[in-house]
Each structure stands twice: as structure tokens, then as C-alpha cells.
């Protein structure tokens, strides 16, 4: 992610001065990347950062280490912003208490590659929080980018990114357990995900045109009693407990969404009674 940030910042207009690295350093693809080339600094050799904004990219579980050893090194006036989605802007309060503006801006989009992930802000929606001037530079940033900023309590950060989690790590999640339940049908893995690939991109096309109860398709969209029957009755057969466990789950909010989008009442009920059956081991 910061390599993308780095890459997409420059692209954008903003000088990226320098680079600190901790460990290894950042690969030449991404320096390549940055014009003009920017500095490249180790964590430990830093004396001062002078740059107007500074970004932080840790993961969670080192930030606020690495945000209290830092902080005395960013010149006073400037801003500071992390880039955790789940970690608030109070993992800075040691910067924040030296006269800096501190804040967090998240991209609410998923980077497997930096410089491929350059390209993916555009459009992306980011969640900003912190002080007046850090959320400003924030905004900035995201304009710059292309991106939509909107604004959430820092209290509710955890709260926001389990969200994220479970549309896209756990959308990877699930499209893996649909890729084994498929290859128990005699498919090669790599087959697998190929044909369910584009039934995937037609359902994420969906929910970008209609609400969601409107996008849910297949037997629980239509409240079929016999097709959930014959996929629990299937599972059994073939020994995939964990998968059935996934699809009971989400078969049951699946037909939350049924309801809200007018489904036939006396039908939805009879699939939740069976799907509670099975989840409490019945067969």
C-alpha cells in the first residue's frame, strides 16, 4: 500500500521527498516510478523530516511504535497521517502533543501489487478522520487521486474495517470455499475459480446497478425449498462440513435480504427452519 500511495501521490502532482524504509528496502520498480526520484532513507539513520506531510504505512501491529519513534523527527506544523484502517488517528498522540496534526486516511480498496495498485485510487472511496488540518491535507490528497473522501468517528474504526474485511478478504474467503466445493465435482482448482470467475464479476456488476435485495439472485432470491435442500442433502454427501457451515451462514442472511426485497414470507420460513436444523448438526 505505500508503495502504491508513493507511486499514485507523485503521479498526482505532490513531491514525494523521501522514502524511509525499515527493513528491506523499497523496490526499484517502485522508486523507478517517482519522479523526481525521492530520497531513500533507512528508519534508523532518519535525523528529521522537513516534508509538509508525512504518511505512514506500518501495519497495525508496529504503528504505534514506530509512530512514537518518529514523531520527534517530523518538524512542528506539519501533518502527520497514518494509512491503518483499522487504527485510529490516537495511535499518533505522541506527534499530536509536539504541535503536529495528526489523522489517518484509508483507501477503501485492495493492493496485492504496487505499482498495478497505482491505478486502482481512482474512484476508491477513502476514510479520513483526525483534526481539523489533518483531514484537510487528507481531503487534499484524495482529490488529487481521484478518490471520494467521507468522514467516520474514530471511535467507530474497528467497527468500519471489519466491514471492509468482510466485502473484500472475506469475499477471497468465500470465492475459495466455492472453489472447493466445485472441485469436489471432479474440477481441477484452477478450472474451478476460472468458471466461477465471471459469475462473480456479473454479481459484483449487479450490486453496482441495484440495490442489494434486488442483486441477490439464485434460490434464496427466489425462496426455492427444494434447491437449498438438495445443496445441504449434497455437502453431506460428499463430507464438506466447513463449506456447509459457510453456506448455512450466509444463507441465512441471504434470506434477510429475500425479505427485504419482497420474497414469499411462508417460503422463507421453512428454508430458515431447515437451515437452523443443519446448523445444529441434523441431518
Same mark, same amino acid.
Given at each position: ?120 485510487? &481512482?474512484? !476508491?472511496?477513502?476514510? /479520513?478522520?483526525?483534526?481539523?488540518? =489533518?483531514?484537510?491535507? @487528507? #481531503? $487534499? *490528497?484524495?482529490?488529487? %487521486? ?29 470465492? &475459495?470455499? !466455492?472453489?472447493?466445493? /466445485?472441485?469436489?465435482?471432479?474440477? =481441477?482448482?484452477?478450472? @474451478? #475459480? $476460472? *468458471?466461477?470467475?465471471? %459469475? ?41 462440513? =466447513? ?41
Amino acid at each position: 500500500m505505500g508503495g502504491a500511495l508513493a507511486i499514485a501521490i507523485s503521479r498526482a502532482g505532490f513531491e514525494v521527498e523521501s522514502l524511509v524504509y525499515r527493513t528491506a528496502r523499497p523496490a526499484q520498480k517502485i522508486v523507478a516510478a517517482i519522479e523526481p526520484p525521492p530520497e531513500i532513507i533507512q528508519f534508523e539513520r532518519i535525523n528529521s523530516l522537513n516534508s509538509e506531510i508525512v504518511l505512514l504505512t506500518a501495519v497495525d501491529t508496529e504503528l504505534p511504535g514506530i509512530a512514537d519513534q518518529i514523531a520527534p523527527k517530523i518538524k512542528s506544523g506539519s501533518v502527520l497521517l497514518h494509512a491503518s484502517g483499522a487504527l485510529s488517528s490516537d495511535v499518533l498522540r505522541s506527534a499530536a502533543s509536539g504541535g503536529i496534526a495528526t489523522g489517518s486516511i484509508h483507501p477503501l480498496v485492495s493492493v496485492s501489487d504496487p505499482v498495478v495498485g497505482a491505478d486502482n485510487f &481512482s474512484g !476508491a472511496y477513502f476514510c /479520513l478522520e483526525g483534526d481539523e488540518s =489533518a483531514t484537510a491535507a @487528507a #481531503r $487534499n *490528497i484524495t482529490a488529487a %487521486l481521484g478518490g471520494n473522501a467521507f468522514f467516520i468517528d474514530k471511535a467507530f474504526k474497528p467497527l468500519y474495517h471489519a466491514s471492509a474485511v468482510l466485502a473484500s478478504g472475506h469475499l477471497v474467503a468465500l470465492i &475459495s470455499t !466455492a472453489v472447493k466445493t /466445485l472441485t469436489a465435482c471432479g474440477i =481441477a482448482p484452477f478450472e @474451478a #475459480r $476460472n *468458471i466461477l470467475l465471471p %459469475l462473480i464479476k456479473s454479481s459484483v456488476a449487479n450490486l453496482a446497478e441495484q440495490l442489494i435485495p434486488a442483486a441477490l439472485t439464485g434460490p434464496f432470491a427466489r425462496s426455492d425449498v427444494d434447491a437449498v435442500t438438495r445443496h445441504l442433502d449434497a455437502f453431506d454427501k460428499v463430507g464438506l462440513e =466447513a463449506e456447509k457451515d459457510i453456506y448455512i451462514e450466509l444463507g441465512l442472511e441471504a434470506l434477510r435480504v429475500a425479505e427485504a426485497g419482497g420474497g414469499n414470507p411462508q417460503n422463507i420460513e421453512m428454508i430458515r427452519k431447515i437451515m437452523m436444523f443443519a446448523r445444529n448438526g441434523h441431518k
